[in-house]
C-alpha cells in the first residue's frame, strides 16, 4: 500500500496528471479491466474521485454522481440518455477530474469505470427508448468534396481540381471531414467565389461561341435536345437559362428545389443579359456561380423539421441519406440512381442494393484514399525524409491495393490483423526480396507467413513508423507499438512526461548496440515503464523489420531478438507474435468500426454512440467480419439513419413549414 | 518536412530557375508608403501597425537569454543576428503564457492556442473546439474598416494533414495562432501566389484586364448579397445551438462585402513587383516571399495587422540547406544531448537571421522622415517558453519597431516573473487604438514600452 501511495504521487508530480500505470500493471502489460465490474465497484471509484465536487445540494455543473444503488444508475440513464455518455467521454478523454485535482483515478481505475459505463450502463441508456444518434450536424463540403462535387456536377476532366489553391482542411478526430473543424471564414469564402467563376468558365468554354447545348449535361442528356431546339431569339434566351438551370440546381443542391428557389437564381440571369450582352452561356454561368456560393451547395444540410428547440430525434430524409451515404463511400456528390431512389422514396428499401453498387463503382476508392489513409496515416508517407520516392509510392500502394482488394472482394476485415497474402510491384518485390517480379503492374502474391502477414508489417507503416538517422532510418519500437495499440486496438497512450531524461538513441549518426538493447535500458526506469511495458512488446515483435520494413536477421551487427509477452502470453517469432494479435479480434473489430463510423458520420465517436458500436460490431461479428458487414451495418444504424434535432431553440414552425412545401421540379412540371 | 510544390507552378524544369523575392532589388527610397501619404494628406497622427511573427517549438533559452546581468542581451548565441537593429528593439524577460499550464498534457496545441487568446483552450479531439479571440482578430474587429483587409493571416506550413497532433487536443489548435471567434480559427495562407492574388490581383491587372476583374467583383457583389439573403432565411429555421457555423459564414460574407463596397485602389504597385510563382522549398526563401508581402501590403496600406506563423507547432521542418536533416519537434526533445542543443541552437539563430533581414527591409521602406518599422509594432514570440521543458514560462519575445512613436526601443527589459504575455497584447492594443479593458489573463498594461 506503501509502495502505491508513493507511486501516485510520483506519478502525478512528474506526470502533471497523465495517465499513469503502475509498475505491477505494467507488468502484465497491457492488463484488461475485470472482465466484469460491478455497481460497487464503480461507485466505490465514484465516491473516491467524484463525489466531492458531484455531490450533495449545489453539485458542480449540475452533474451528480452519487448513486444509492443500481436501480437508480438504471433510472438516470433512461431519463437522460446521454448523461453517461458525457461521463465517459469526459473519462476518457481525461478532462475528469480537471488537471490540478491532485487525486486522480489510475488508468486501471479509469478502464474499470469506463468498462461498467460501456458494457452496464448503455445499453440500459440505449434499451430506454431514447437513444442518442449525436446532433444535427451543418456539414461544410472539406477541400476534397468540393473539387469531386464540383468537377462531377459541371462534367469537367478527372484532373481537374478547383480546389487546388485553397488553404488545407483542418481536422477532428483523425479525418479532415469532422464537421467541428471545417469552419469558415473570409480567405475560403474568397477561394469559393474565384473557383466558381474559374470551374464554370472552364465547362462553359465562355468565349467560344454561344452554347448549342447544355453545358451543364453529359452530351448525350436529352435536355440538350430541348435547349437546342428553342430557336436562338433573345425572347426565347431567359427560358432557354431555365430549363439549364432547373436542371441543374438539384443536383447542386442536392434535393428538389422548389419554384421560388430557381426564381431566386434567375436574377443572374437577368443581371448578366444586362450587364453582359445577350450571351446564353455567359448568363447560364453566373446563375451557376451564384448557386455554388449557396450554404445549400456548400454545405450537406440536414434540417431539423420540427426546429422547435425541443431536441427531439428525427429521421432523416433520403435526400439526406443519399448525401450521406454518398460523401461517406465516393466523397463526392449523389448520383443520378441515388436521386431517383430518393425522389422514389424507395431508398431505404433499397439500401443494400445501392450499397453494394456504390462499392463496386471505381468512385469508392475514395475509402482507400481518404479513410484508410487518414486511418493508418499513409497520407504523411510523402514526406518521408530518406526514402526514394519511387519505393514510397511503392509502400504506400501496397497497402492501398491491399485495402482495396478487401472491398472488392468483400474480404474479412480480420486480414489487417494476418493475411497470407499481398500486393506488390517490382520496386516493392525487390525491396520484400520476392524474385521473379519486375515491372510497374501491381499483383497479387502469396506471403511466406515465417516473415509477413497483417498490416503493421507492410513497409508502409513499418517505415512512417521509423525515424531518421544519419542518411538512413532507424526502427522506434515504441512508436510501432504505439501505432499498433491506437489504430488497431483503438487504444489511448498518454504522452510521455516533460523532461524526463530520454534515452541517447538519436545522436545524429550511429547506434552503439541495436535499438532494443537501448529501449530496454529506457523501460528499466520506473517512471517510464509503466507506459512503455504496455507499448514496447508489440513494436519489439516488428524487430525483425528494418527501418524501411525490410526483414532483417541483425540489427547492427548483432541478432535480432523479437521476443516479448503480452497479457500473459509469450512470443518469439512475428507468426506466434500474430497469433497473440488474433487473440484480440474483438478489441480489433471495434476499433475498426469506431474508426469508420466516425468517417461515415463526420464526427467524433462519443459515450452515447457506443451502443450503436456494440451493435454494429455484434452484427459483423455475425457476418464473418466481411467488409461490406461493416459498411451495410454502419449505414443501417440509428446515428447515421437519423440526427438529434437543435435544443435551446426558438419555435420557427412558420419557417419549417415553409420548407416543407411542395417541391418543384422539372420532372412535375 | 521539405514544403511540396505545386503542381502548376513546376518551373524549374522551364529553366526559371528559384523564385525571386518580391522587392529582390529592395524598394527605392523615394517611395512613400501609402498609409504615411494618406496620413499627411489628411493631416492625421501616425498610423501605427502591428505584425506577429510566431515561432514554432520554443527556443532553447540558454541560447536566447543573457546568462549574466551585465552580459549583452544580443551577443547571445541565437540573437547576435539582431545586433545591427538594437536601436530599434526591445528585449522582454518574464512573460508567461500561463493557460498553456492548465489541463495535462497537450503542450503544443495549448501553447499556441493560448497565446494571443489568453484563455484555457477545450481539451478535445474534435468535437467542441473552443478557444477565444486572438488579440489581432480584437484589433482587426475594431480598426480592420480602416483598410481593405481587416487583418492578414500567413504562414509557412499548413500543419500535419494525417495522424494525431498533441494527445487529446484537435491539430486546429497547433495549427492556429489567430482567432476571429472562440470556435473560428482565422484561416492562414500559405501559398506566396494565392496571398499576392488575393491582395494585389487589382493593382497588379493591366487596364483591359482590371476592367474584366472589376465587373467579375460586381457580380460577385451580388452572389454576396444573395448568399447572405439565403443565409438569414436558413438561421430562422437552425436552432440557435447549431447556428455558429452560418454565423461564421455570414461574417465572413459581410467582411468581403465591405471590402468590395469600397472604392478600388488606384494605387499602383512599386515597379520590379514580380508575382510570385510557387512556395519556396526552404524557410528562408518562404520566409522572404511572405515577409516581402507584407511589407508590401503594409506600405500601400491594405491592411495594418498580420500575424505570421513561421511554422506549425510540433512542425516536423528539417533544415538539410544549414545541415539539418532532423525533424525540429524532434530535437527540441533533446533531453540533454548537446548536439541535438546545438542543432536547435542552430534552427533559432538560422530563423532570428531571416527576422533580422525582414528588419532590414521594414527600414529601407520610407515613410515621409520615418521608415515603414518606425511605423511598426513587430513581435517576434511563441507560448512555449523552453522548447525541451514547454514550461510556457519566461517565453522568448522581442518588439520590435516604433510603434508610430509610442514605443521607445533599444532596451532589454526584465519584467516580473510570471507577468501574463496578455498584458502587452493589451499595451498593443492601447497603441492601435484600440480600447479594451481585459485581453484573456491579463492583469494590466505593460509598463515600460516607453521610456
Same mark, same amino acid.
Given at each position: 500500500v506503501k509502495k502505491r501511495a508513493v507511486m501516485l504521487v510520483l506519478g502525478t508530480a512528474i506526470l502533471g496528471g497523465a495517465i499513469l500505470s503502475f509498475p505491477r500493471a505494467a507488468q502484465s502489460a497491457d492488463a484488461p479491466a475485470p472482465a466484469k465490474p460491478s455497481f460497487a465497484d464503480a461507485s466505490a471509484l465514484f465516491g473516491k474521485y467524484c463525489v466531492s465536487c458531484h455531490s450533495g445540494p449545489a453539485p458542480r455543473a449540475e452533474v451528480v454522481l452519487k448513486f444509492q444503488d443500481e436501480a437508480e444508475v438504471r433510472a438516470r440513464a433512461s431519463a437522460h440518455y446521454d448523461f453517461f455518455g458525457r461521463v465517459a467521454t469526459e473519462l476518457s478523454q481525461d478532462r475528469?477530474?480537471?488537471?490540478?485535482?491532485?487525486n486522480r483515478p489510475t488508468a486501471l481505475e479509469r478502464d474499470l469505470l469506463l468498462s461498467w459505463i460501456n458494457k452496464d450502463v448503455l445499453p440500459v441508456a440505449a434499451n430506454s427508448g431514447r437513444p442518442d444518434p449525436g446532433p444535427f450536424v451543418l456539414h461544410r463540403l472539406n477541400n476534397r468534396e468540393y473539387a469531386n462535387t464540383v468537377r462531377e456536377l459541371l462534367y469537367l476532366p478527372a484532373d481537374y481540381n478547383a480546389a487546388a489553391d485553397f488553404p488545407a482542411d483542418e481536422r477532428g478526430d483523425g479525418f479532415d471531414n469532422n464537421s467541428d473543424t471545417l469552419t469558415i471564414s473570409p480567405v475560403l469564402i474568397e477561394h469559393y467565389l474565384g473557383a466558381a467563376e474559374t470551374s464554370v468558365n472552364k465547362a462553359f468554354k465562355l468565349y467560344g461561341a454561344d452554347g448549342r447545348r447544355d453545358m451543364t449535361l453529359p452530351a448525350d442528356n436529352p435536355v440538350n435536345a430541348v435547349v437546342a431546339n428553342i430557336k436562338g431569339d433573345f425572347a426565347n434566351r431567359q427560358g432557354r437559362v431555365r430549363i439549364v438551370i432547373e436542371n441543374f440546381l438539384p443536383r447542386a443542391w442536392r434535393r428538389p428545389v422548389t419554384k421560388e428557389e430557381v426564381d431566386g437564381v434567375m436574377k443572374f440571369a437577368a443581371l448578366s443579359f444586362t450587364h453582359d450582352g445577350e450571351s446564353f452561356d455567359k448568363a447560364t454561368a453566373l446563375v451557376i456561380r451564384a448557386a455554388l456560393m449557396s450554404p445549400e451547395f456548400l454545405f450537406r444540410m440536414e434540417r431539423d423539421p420540427a426546429a422547435d428547440g425541443s431536441g427531439k430525434v428525427f429521421q432523416l430524409t433520403e435526400f439526406q441519406l443519399a448525401s450521406r451515404l454518398s460523401y461517406f463511400l465516393w466523397s463526392t456528390m449523389p448520383d443520378e440512381a441515388l436521386m431517383a431512389e430518393a425522389k422514389a422514396g424507395t431508398l431505404r428499401k433499397n439500401l443494400r442494393v445501392q450499397v453494394a453498387r456504390m462499392l463496386k463503382d471505381p468512385k469508392s476508392e475514395s475509402l482507400t484514399r481518404d479513410f484508410l489513409g487518414q486511418w493508418l496515416e499513409i497520407r504523411s508517407l510523402g514526406q518521408t525524409p530518406n526514402v526514394k520516392p519511387e519505393l514510397l509510392a511503392a509502400m504506400k500502394g501496397e497497402t492501398e491495393h491491399f485495402f482495396n482488394s478487401i472491398i472488392q472482394q468483400d474480404s474479412s476485415i480480420m486480414d489487417f490483423l494476418d493475411a497470407n497474402y499481398t500486393y506488390v510491384n517490382g520496386t516493392l518485390a525487390a525491396h520484400y526480396g520476392i524474385p521473379g517480379i519486375t515491372g510497374d503492374a501491381w499483383q497479387r502474391v502469396k506471403l511466406d507467413p515465417k516473415q509477413r502477414g497483417g498490416i503493421f508489417t507492410q513497409a508502409s507503416i513499418l517505415t512512417l513508423t521509423s525515424k531518421p538517422l544519419g542518411e538512413g532510418r532507424r526502427t522506434s519500437p515504441v512508436v510501432r507499438g504505439k501505432w499498433i495499440l491506437e489504430n488497431m486496438f483503438g487504444q489511448t497512450i498518454p504522452p510521455p512526461p516533460p523532461n524526463v531524461p530520454a534515452l541517447q538513441v538519436d545522436d545524429g549518426k550511429e547506434l552503439k548496440g541495436t535499438v532494443r538493447q537501448i529501449f530496454e535500458q529506457h523501460r528499466s526506469n520506473p517512471i517510464c515503464a509503466g507506459c512503455h511495458a504496455r507499448m514496447d512488446p508489440y513494436g519489439f515483435a516488428l524487430?525483425?523489420?528494418?527501418?524501411?520494413g525490410m526483414w532483417r536477421l541483425q540489427d547492427n551487427h548483432i541478432d535480432v531478438d523479437a521476443s516479448g509477452e503480452i497479457n500473459g502470453h509469450k512470443f518469439t517469432t512475428p507468426m506466434e507474435f500474430r497469433q497473440i494479435l488474433g487473440s484480440r479480434k474483438d478489441d480489433f473489430r471495434r476499433a475498426f468500426i469506431r474508426k469508420m463510423l466516425g468517417y461515415a458520420l463526420g464526427r467524433g465517436i462519443q459515450g452515447f454512440d457506443t451502443p450503436a458500436v456494440n451493435q454494429i460490431a455484434a452484427a459483423v461479428q455475425k457476418d464473418n467480419d466481411r467488409f461490406s458487414s461493416v459498411i451495410m451495418n454502419i449505414v443501417t444504424s440509428y446515428p447515421f439513419d437519423n440526427a438529434r434535432g437543435s435544443a435551446l431553440n426558438r419555435p420557427q414552425q412558420a419557417e419549417s413549414a415553409k420548407l416543407q412545401k411542395a417541391s418543384y421540379t422539372p420532372a412535375n412540371r | 518536412m521539405r514544403q511540396p510544390l505545386h503542381r502548376r507552378t513546376l518551373l524549374r524544369g522551364l529553366g526559371i530557375g528559384i523564385a525571386l523575392p518580391l522587392l529582390d532589388a529592395m524598394l527605392p527610397g523615394s517611395f512613400v508608403g501609402q498609409a504615411a501619404a494618406a496620413a499627411r494628406g489628411a493631416g492625421r497622427k501616425r498610423i501605427n501597425r502591428m505584425v506577429l511573427l510566431y515561432t514554432p517549438n520554443g527556443v532553447h533559452k540558454p541560447f536566447w537569454y543573457p546568462q549574466n546581468d551585465d552580459d549583452d542581451y544580443l551577443s547571445t548565441q541565437t540573437l547576435s543576428p539582431l545586433q545591427r537593429h538594437r536601436k530599434d528593439l526591445l528585449l522582454l524577460n518574464g512573460? *508567461? /503564457? +500561463?493557460? %498553456?499550464?492548465?489541463?495535462? @498534457?497537450g503542450d503544443h496545441a495549448k501553447a499556441m492556442g493560448c497565446y494571443l487568446t489568453g484563455v484555457q483552450i477545450n481539451k478535445t479531439a474534435g468535437d467542441d473546439i473552443r478557444a477565444g479571440i486572438s488579440c489581432d482578430q480584437v484589433m482587426a474587429k475594431a480598426i480592420g474598416n480602416k483598410t481593405r483587409f481587416p487583418s492578414l493571416e500567413l504562414g509557412l506550413d499548413y500543419g500535419r494533414m494525417e495522424g494525431g497532433c498533441d494527445p487529446g487536443y484537435a491539430c486546429i489548435y497547433s495549427n492556429n495562432v489567430s482567432w476571429t471567434s472562440e470556435k473560428t480559427p482565422a484561416i492562414k495562407e500559405v501559398n506566396p501566389r494565392v496571398v499576392f492574388d488575393r491582395l494585389f490581383a487589382g493593382a497588379a491587372a493591366s487596364d483591359h484586364a482590371a476592367e474584366s476583374h472589376d465587373q467579375q467583383e460586381t457580380y460577385n457583389r451580388s452572389i454576396l448579397d444573395f448568399t447572405n439573403e439565403s443565409l438569414t432565411d436558413l438561421n430562422k429555421q437552425i436552432g440557435a445551438a447549431d447556428r455558429h457555423r452560418m454565423d461564421e459564414y455570414l461574417t465572413s460574407i459581410r467582411e468581403i462585402e465591405v471590402r468590395l463596397d @469600397?472604392?478600388?485602389?488606384k494605387e499602383k504597385l512599386p515597379p520590379g513587383v514580380v508575382r510570385p510563382t510557387r512556395i519556396p522549398e526552404t524557410l528562408k526563401e518562404h520566409f522572404a516571399l511572405m515577409a516581402d508581402l507584407q511589407i508590401l501590403a503594409l506600405r500601400q496600406d491594405v491592411t495594418r495587422i498580420s500575424t505570421f506563423l513561421l511554422g506549425v507547432e510540433q512542425s516536423r521542418r528539417t533544415y538539410p540547406e544549414i545541415g539539418i536533416p532532423e525533424e525540429h519537434h524532434g530535437l527540441t526533445h533533446h533531453a540533454g544531448n548537446p548536439e541535438k542543443i546545438a542543432k536547435v541552437g542552430q534552427i533559432d539563430k538560422h530563423i532570428i537571421e531571416q527576422f533580422a533581414v525582414f528588419l532590414d527591409k521594414m527600414k529601407a521602406v520610407k515613410e515621409g522622415d520615418k521608415t515603414l518599422l518606425d511605423n511598426c509594432m513587430v513581435v517576434f514570440g511563441n507560448? *512555449?517558453? +523552453?522548447? %525541451?521543458? &514547454? +514550461? &510556457?514560462? *519566461?517565453c522568448a519575445t522581442i518588439v520590435a519597431g516604433r510603434g508610430a512613436g509610442t514605443i521607445d526601443p533599444g532596451r532589454y527589459i526584465k519584467y @516580473?516573473?510570471?507577468?501574463? /504575455?496578455s498584458n502587452l497584447w493589451l499595451s498593443m492594443m492601447d497603441r492601435m487604438d484600440v480600447k479594451v479593458e481585459r485581453h484573456g489573463d491579463s492583469t494590466g498594461r505593460l509598463t515600460g514600452l516607453t521610456v
Open positions: 475528469m477530474p480537471p488537471a490540478y485535482v491532485k524487430e525483425n523489420y528494418d527501418g524501411y | 512573460l *508567461n /503564457v +500561463d493557460k %498553456a499550464k492548465l489541463d495535462s @498534457a @469600397a472604392p478600388p485602389s507560448g *512555449n517558453g +523552453d522548447g %525541451a521543458k &514547454h +514550461d &510556457h514560462e *519566461n @516580473a516573473p510570471g507577468t501574463p /504575455v
